[in-house]
């Protein structure tokens, strides 16, 4: 009983103290308990769980360039402990999407091109970052600029998504990350595939 009361208290809390922070949407139930929130740029929907020391910026200028970003967080997505994520153009969670613990999502691209300019220094490359509703994203994954993530997606722990799209209903692990399984409509069962999704008869 005492431990209903504590989450109780922490949840309404936690989601009462960001509530005047929160400038574009914010649905009802949030609890959040990030080290940095951008909150200007996102949007957020209800029954969203985020765990501790989250970062997510959304950053609007570098090296004199302006950027739009806009982080949309669906219905129903729970975040665990210390995601790092950062936006210049837009990253969208889809619904009842679950992220593990220490997870990178980034649209952010450091060029090294020129040889006489540090990284961080040159021009940003930045692509749309879509994750699709009902993932399921494991500890350890990184998903990098352009990746598009199809639903009901499962990425398994320690891997780097690069910046392709991803169909729905499939499992993709390693790094770089390939499909290993999609779910075959025709047998109603999860069959194994070649790298590029295609069933291996």
Not at 68 to 81: A, F, G, H, R, W
Not at 91 to 108: F, P, R, Y
Not at 171 to 191: C, E, N
Request: charged share 20%; glycine share 6%; proline share 6%.
């Amino acid at each position: 009983m005492l431990r209903k009361v504590f989450w109780r208290y922490y949840f309404i809390k936690t989601s009462l103290f960001y509530r005047p922070f929160i400038k574009k949407a914010y649905g009802k139930f949030v609890v959040i308990n990030p080290i940095i929130f951008s909150s200007k740029y996102i949007i957020m929907g209800k029954n969203v769980f985020i765990r501790n020391n989250a970062r997510l910026e959304a950053v609007d200028r570098h090296q004199g360039t302006r950027y739009n970003p806009i982080i949309e967080i669906s219905d129903n997505v729970s975040i665990q402990q210390n995601l790092h994520l950062t936006c210049c153009n837009k990253i969208t969670i889809g619904s009842n999407t679950a992220i593990s613990a220490n997870v990178s999502i980034t649209d952010i691209h450091h060029p090294y091109i020129d040889i006489n300019v540090p990284p961080e220094k040159q021009p940003l490359e930045v692509r749309e970052v879509i994750i699709g509703p009902d993932c399921k994203i494991y500890n350890n994954v990184v998903i990098l600029p352009g990746t598009n993530l199809g639903k009901h997606t499962t990425i398994g722990a320690n891997s780097v998504v690069r910046g392709i799209k991803y169909p729905d209903y499939c499992v993709i692990a390693g790094a770089p990350a390939k499909i290993l399984k999609r779910y075959d409509f025709a047998t109603q069962s999860w069959a194994n595939t070649d790298p590029e999704g295609n069933f291996i008869k």
